[in-house]
């Protein structure tokens, strides 16, 4: 590979996504090329999501200012990997005559190689494939990371829930979980490294395991937070059906595992949940809800919820709303129904009006960031301890961190505090985040009763 080639990656998606750009990143890295900003890279990867249009879309537009942007001699190398490559990649290629790779998720493995091809030989790669069960992974531990204080680790590939309205188990194919050995080795890696957060990530990993013999998510979750020197361990996302008591279990008894969970509900209708093919009604979903709060007082939830989707009445829809109010999320990814080409909901006959989605898409932020607002209000004068992780998206001399319950906190400090743990005492609410202000600051954690007590 010609050595300090410059490449940019553009991330969009999701956590998985992350994790692929990071040992994507690192491979290149490890060949000696150099990561610089867009408007100097030689290379640019785009690493692309297709879970909605509006994802696409934003990916379609970046191409096609490219195209446009530069003179052909000074135009970058152009690849796009990720979902929407898998989903669209002849078209793509036949769109953008500027676009030198497209690789599916499940073809990471070649994309170094395929890269280097085309910047030597200026051929076009389309790697694509039809079998869903295969994964050509890149063997690369994601030593050279987006964040150097917490990292993510995908324990299983692809999702065989098929929800009717989504795209992921098209693109990303069967469900595989990785080997634990894999997921642990790599992890203590990334220990060594610096990394003090870990998130374990799948599109379900309550299935992890399944197609291993007797050994589950909950032992997984057990066997990696003994790893030494790993501070945090998180994991997302949980699907409602798989979460097991055993996993609550193991949750509240083990300290380095953080108590919070994303529970996506989707819907709080259960005449919408069946259609969707979830596999829980909203009844089993509050059991569950409830069990995790009894276990894990503490507890930080969030959840996912998407309006519109075919056929939703007004009673459905109330029927979501009232959903918010009753589980009172930390905070709710909201979604307006995208339809999906290929997926069972695409087809449906009832499909809602563009205008009352976006109208039921406003309804349930408003009444969510009440209800965020009010929840954090009620921090606002207690202490707690967050790990300082970057710099806060807007205003100087901000950096930001999250709390063991996955809340944002933003406090003044300067860069020699990042990868510290601060206990910080809670001034301000927004339904987003929260305002602190720094007490102390140490290398490693409070010990968790000690950050408990002084919470209240
Ligand atoms: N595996 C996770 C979610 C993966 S996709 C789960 O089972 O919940 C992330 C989120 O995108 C979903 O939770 C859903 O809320 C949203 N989403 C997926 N497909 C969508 C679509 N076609 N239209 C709108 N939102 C969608
Ligand atoms: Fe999509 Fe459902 Fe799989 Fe989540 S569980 S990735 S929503 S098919
Ligand atoms: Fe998007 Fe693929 Fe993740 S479709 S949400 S990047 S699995």
Same mark, same amino acid.
């Given at each position: 590979m010609p050595k300090g080639t410059k490449f940019y990656l553009h991330v969009f998606g999701c956590q998985m996504n992350v994790y692929d750009a990071d040992r994507l990143r690192s491979a290149l890295v490890n060949r000696g090329w150099v990561e610089v900003p867009e408007d100097?890279?030689?290379?640019?990867?785009?690493?692309?999501?297709?879970?909605?249009?509006?994802?696409?879309?934003?990916?379609?537009?970046?191409?096609?200012?490219?195209?446009?942007?530069?003179?052909?001699?000074?135009?970058?190398?152009?690849?796009v990997i990720g979902c929407m490559a898998q989903r669209m990649g002849e078209e793509l290629m036949?769109?953008?005559?500027?676009?030198?790779?497209?690789?599916?998720p499940r073809h990471l493995g070649l994309v170094p190689e395929?890269?280097?091809?085309?910047?030597?030989?200026g051929r076009r790669h389309l790697l694509l494939d039809a079998n869903a069960r295969e994964v050509i992974d890149l063997d690369e531990i994601p030593i050279v990371r987006s964040n150097p204080y917490k990292a993510y680790v995908t324990i299983a590939h692809g999702c065989d829930n098929f929800c009717t309205y989504c795209?992921?188990?098209?693109?990303? @194919?069967?469900?595989r979980s990785r080997r634990p050995e894999d997921v642990i080795y790599e992890?203590?890696?990334?220990?060594?490294?610096?990394?003090?957060?870990?998130?374990?990530?799948?599109?379900n990993v309550n299935s992890y395991g399944r197609d291993l013999k007797g050994y589950g998510f909950p032992r997984l979750l057990e066997d990696v937070a003994s790893i030494p020197g790993l501070v945090r361990l998180r994991f997302t996302t949980s699907h409602p059906r798989d979460f097991t008591d055993d996993l609550i279990e193991v949750m509240a008894r083990v300290e380095s595992i953080c108590p919070s969970v994303n529970l996506p509900i989707q819907s709080g209708s259960d005449r919408i949940l069946r259609l969707m093919n979830r596999g829980y009604t909203v009844a089993e979903y509050a059991a569950k809800v409830e069990r995790l709060r009894d276990a894990l007082p503490q507890l930080g939830l969030t959840s996912d919820l998407i309006v519109g989707f075919p056929t939703e009445s007004d009673e459905d829809f109330r029927a979501s709303l009232r959903a918010l109010e009753v589980f009172r999320f930390d905070q709710v990814h909201t979604a307006s129904y995208s339809p999906?080409?290929?997926?069972?909901?695409?087809?449906m006959t009832g499909q809602i009006p563009e205008e009352t989605k976006r109208e039921r898409l406003c309804a349930v932020n408003a009444l969510q960031s009440e209800i965020a607002l009010e929840i954090n209000k009620g921090l606002v004068g207690k202490e707690c301890e967050i790990l300082l992780?970057?710099?806060?998206?807007?205003?100087?001399?901000?950096?930001q961190g999250r709390t063991v319950t996955d809340k944002v906190?933003?406090?003044? @400090?300067?860069?020699?505090?990042?990868?510290?743990?601060?206990?910080?005492?809670?001034?301000?609410?927004?339904?987003?985040?929260?305002?602190?202000?720094?007490?102390?600051?140490?290398a490693f954690p409070l010990r968790e009763r000690e950050v408990r007590d002084r919470a209240g």
């Amino acid at each position: 590979m010609p050595k300090g080639t410059k490449f940019y990656l553009h991330v969009f998606g999701c956590q998985m996504n992350v994790y692929d750009a990071d040992r994507l990143r690192s491979a290149l890295v490890n060949r000696g090329w150099v990561e610089v900003p867009e408007d100097t890279a030689k290379v640019i990867v785009f690493v692309t999501c297709s879970i909605r249009e509006k994802a696409e879309q934003k990916v379609l537009s970046a191409l096609g200012r490219h195209g446009r942007s530069r003179s052909r001699a000074s135009r970058p190398l152009v690849a796009v990997i990720g979902c929407m490559a898998q989903r669209m990649g002849e078209e793509l290629m036949r769109r953008f005559p500027w676009v030198s790779l497209v690789a599916g998720p499940r073809h990471l493995g070649l994309v170094p190689e395929a890269l280097d091809d085309a910047l030597r030989n200026g051929r076009r790669h389309l790697l694509l494939d039809a079998n869903a069960r295969e994964v050509i992974d890149l063997d690369e531990i994601p030593i050279v990371r987006s964040n150097p204080y917490k990292a993510y680790v995908t324990i299983a590939h692809g999702c065989d829930n098929f929800c009717t309205y989504c795209i992921v188990p098209y693109v990303r @194919g069967r469900f595989r979980s990785r080997r634990p050995e894999d997921v642990i080795y790599e992890v203590e890696h990334l220990v060594k490294s610096g990394v003090l957060e870990v998130t374990l990530v799948g599109q379900n990993v309550n299935s992890y395991g399944r197609d291993l013999k007797g050994y589950g998510f909950p032992r997984l979750l057990e066997d990696v937070a003994s790893i030494p020197g790993l501070v945090r361990l998180r994991f997302t996302t949980s699907h409602p059906r798989d979460f097991t008591d055993d996993l609550i279990e193991v949750m509240a008894r083990v300290e380095s595992i953080c108590p919070s969970v994303n529970l996506p509900i989707q819907s709080g209708s259960d005449r919408i949940l069946r259609l969707m093919n979830r596999g829980y009604t909203v009844a089993e979903y509050a059991a569950k809800v409830e069990r995790l709060r009894d276990a894990l007082p503490q507890l930080g939830l969030t959840s996912d919820l998407i309006v519109g989707f075919p056929t939703e009445s007004d009673e459905d829809f109330r029927a979501s709303l009232r959903a918010l109010e009753v589980f009172r999320f930390d905070q709710v990814h909201t979604a307006s129904y995208s339809p999906r080409e290929g997926t069972p909901a695409a087809r449906m006959t009832g499909q809602i009006p563009e205008e009352t989605k976006r109208e039921r898409l406003c309804a349930v932020n408003a009444l969510q960031s009440e209800i965020a607002l009010e929840i954090n209000k009620g921090l606002v004068g207690k202490e707690c301890e967050i790990l300082l992780d970057g710099f806060a998206p807007k205003g100087e001399g901000l950096l930001q961190g999250r709390t063991v319950t996955d809340k944002v906190v933003i406090v003044p @400090g300067g860069a020699n505090c990042l990868g510290k743990f601060a206990l910080v005492k809670l001034v301000r609410a927004e339904h987003w985040c929260l305002h602190g202000e720094i007490l102390s600051l140490r290398a490693f954690p409070l010990r968790e009763r000690e950050v408990r007590d002084r919470a209240g």
